[in-house]
């Protein structure tokens, strides 16, 4: 028996899980993934947090997740309390959670492409129409007066805007999420995934909460905090828009291990904000290189870059795999996306680049 055999949801039938190739590969630049482990300290911190949170374990976790969203809300600051903080199992069950309350059947989302291929995605698991708008500013830009026009017509009951933009890489400017912000009939997300890697003077929307009561800024700790494995996301809004995510998350959803592992690394938020500083210099570096191979790179405020043009694309995507560096395959036909390693990935990135397309 197979999958289409079963009684499935016809809007799912047909339908490919979403995920980039786990491949095992020496050099892994393909997911955006911090390539720092967890230091000796934060690890040992790790298991005594763990240790005294399984004693525990018989009992259901904080549902309201209290202390997480107290150190989650002080790291974000800007006024921030736990009230307007709500956090879930990677920023991916955040904003599934924002469409289970504000998209749903009849309603739609939309979102300004190339982006983040989970939005359209989660849209709709959570069947909400997804209407799909090209980025037609230089540098896979969003020219402001273009979004607001697209928002206008089409009346969504939630935008994504994306900055740093994935798979592309630059941020938004702010005045371009305020004039969206103030022409949208619904709610307003802002996915800052990546909002630690930004170029330096690089405004982040959380500025924005105070004037904006449907703008929603999604965060998570899979990149800047190393802790993709731990599924940790969440969000900054009115304390409302919190209010209205309990009527559908599960309860009991954030497990007390993630939820202990989550508050012992923000607790080493110098430490690791220090190696996002790195890896920022690092991808710096890494343009400029590109730059001066003659390869043509978008300006990227997050932890990868995104270059071209290949006429094919998949051979220099397999010749690199060939020669251990996994890199993905995404964005725009001609374009590839590297994630920013550490200097030793990063020179066999550079080295097998070189060799794949001769130059
Ligand atoms: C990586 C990424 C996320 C993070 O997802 P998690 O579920 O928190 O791991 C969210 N948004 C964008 C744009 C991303 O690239």
Same mark, same amino acid.
């Given at each position: 028996?197979?999958?289409?055999?079963?009684?499935?949801?016809?809007?799912?039938?047909?339908?490919?899980?979403? +995920?980039?190739?786990?491949?095992?590969?020496?050099?892994? $630049?393909?997911?955006?993934?911090?390539?720092?482990?967890? !230091?000796?300290?934060?690890? %040992?911190?790790?298991?005594?947090?763990?240790?005294?949170?399984?004693?525990?374990?018989?009992?259901?976790?904080?549902?309201?997740?209290?202390?997480?969203?107290?150190?989650?809300?002080?790291?974000?600051?800007?006024? $921030?309390?736990?009230?307007?903080?709500?956090?879930?199992?990677?920023?991916?069950?955040?904003?599934?959670?924002?469409?289970?309350?504000?998209? +749903?059947? +009849?309603?739609? %989302?939309? +979102?300004?492409?190339?982006?983040?291929?989970?939005?359209?995605?989660?849209?709709?698991?959570?069947?909400?129409?997804?209407?799909?708008?090209?980025?037609?500013?230089?540098?896979?830009?969003?020219? %402001?007066?273009?979004?607001?026009?697209? *928002?206008?017509?089409?009346?969504?009951?939630?935008?994504?805007?994306?900055?740093?933009?994935?798979?592309?890489?630059?941020?938004?400017?702010?005045?371009?999420?305020?004039?969206?912000?103030?022409? %949208?009939?619904?709610?307003?997300?802002?996915?800052?995934?990546?909002?630690?890697?930004?170029?330096?003077?690089?405004?982040?929307?959380?500025?924005?909460?105070?004037?904006?009561?449907?703008?929603?800024?999604?965060?998570?700790?899979?990149?800047?905090?190393?802790?993709?494995?731990?599924?940790?996301?969440?969000?900054?809004?009115?304390?409302? *828009?919190?209010?209205?995510?309990?009527?559908?998350?599960?309860?009991?959803?954030? !497990?007390?291990?993630?939820?202990? *592992?989550?508050?012992?690394?923000?607790?080493?938020?110098?430490?690791?904000?220090?190696?996002?500083?790195?890896?920022?210099?690092?991808?710096?570096?890494?343009?400029?290189?590109?730059?001066?191979?003659?390869?043509?790179?978008?300006?990227?405020?997050?932890?990868?870059?995104?270059?071209?043009?290949?006429?094919?694309?998949?051979?220099?995507?397999?010749?690199?795999?060939?020669?251990?560096?996994?890199?993905?395959?995404?964005?725009?036909?001609?374009?590839?996306?590297?994630?920013?390693?550490?200097?030793?990935?990063? !020179?066999?990135?550079?080295?097998?680049?070189?060799?794949?397309?001769?130059?």
């Amino acid at each position: 028996m197979g999958v289409e055999d079963l009684p499935l949801r016809e809007d799912l039938r047909g339908r490919s899980p979403y +995920g980039a190739p786990q491949l095992d590969v020496p050099v892994a $630049l393909n997911t955006n993934e911090n390539p720092y482990a967890p !230091s000796p300290e934060l690890a %040992a911190a790790l298991a005594r947090n763990v240790e005294q949170t399984a004693a525990g374990l018989n009992r259901y976790p904080d549902r309201d997740a209290t202390r997480l969203r107290a150190a989650l809300a002080d790291y974000l600051g800007h006024g $921030l309390d736990p009230g307007r903080v709500w956090a879930a199992n990677g920023s991916n069950e955040v904003l599934q959670q924002i469409l289970q309350a504000f998209g +749903g059947p +009849g309603r739609t %989302a939309l +979102g300004f492409e190339p982006s983040y291929s989970m939005h359209p995605v989660i849209s709709r698991v959570t069947c909400t129409d997804w209407v799909p708008v090209d980025r037609t500013g230089t540098d896979f830009g969003l020219d %402001a007066g273009a979004a607001v026009d697209a *928002v206008r017509r089409h009346r969504p009951d939630v935008v994504f805007l994306t900055s740093p933009n994935n798979p592309t890489g630059a941020s938004l400017p702010l005045e371009t999420v305020a004039a969206v912000a103030a022409a %949208a009939p619904g709610m307003v997300v802002v996915d800052e995934a990546y909002a630690e890697f930004r170029r330096e003077g690089t405004p982040s929307a959380l500025t924005l909460l105070a004037e904006h009561p449907r703008l929603i800024v999604s965060r998570t700790m899979s990149k800047a905090f190393a802790l993709a494995g731990a599924r940790v996301g969440y969000l900054a809004a009115h304390p409302a *828009v919190v209010d209205a995510l309990q009527l559908v998350r599960l309860p009991y959803h954030l !497990s007390a291990i993630t939820q202990v *592992v989550a508050a012992t690394a923000l607790e080493f938020a110098d430490e690791l904000l220090g190696q996002v500083k790195q890896l920022r210099q690092e991808r710096d570096s890494l343009v400029e290189w590109l730059r001066g191979h003659g390869f043509a790179v978008a300006a990227s405020d997050a932890n990868f870059v995104l270059f071209g043009d290949f006429a094919d694309r998949s051979a220099v995507w397999r010749g690199m795999l060939e020669r251990g560096v996994l890199v993905r395959e995404v964005g725009p036909p001609h374009t590839l996306r590297v994630t920013v390693g550490t200097p030793e990935e990063m !020179s066999a990135f550079r080295t097998a680049l070189l060799e794949v397309t001769a130059r």
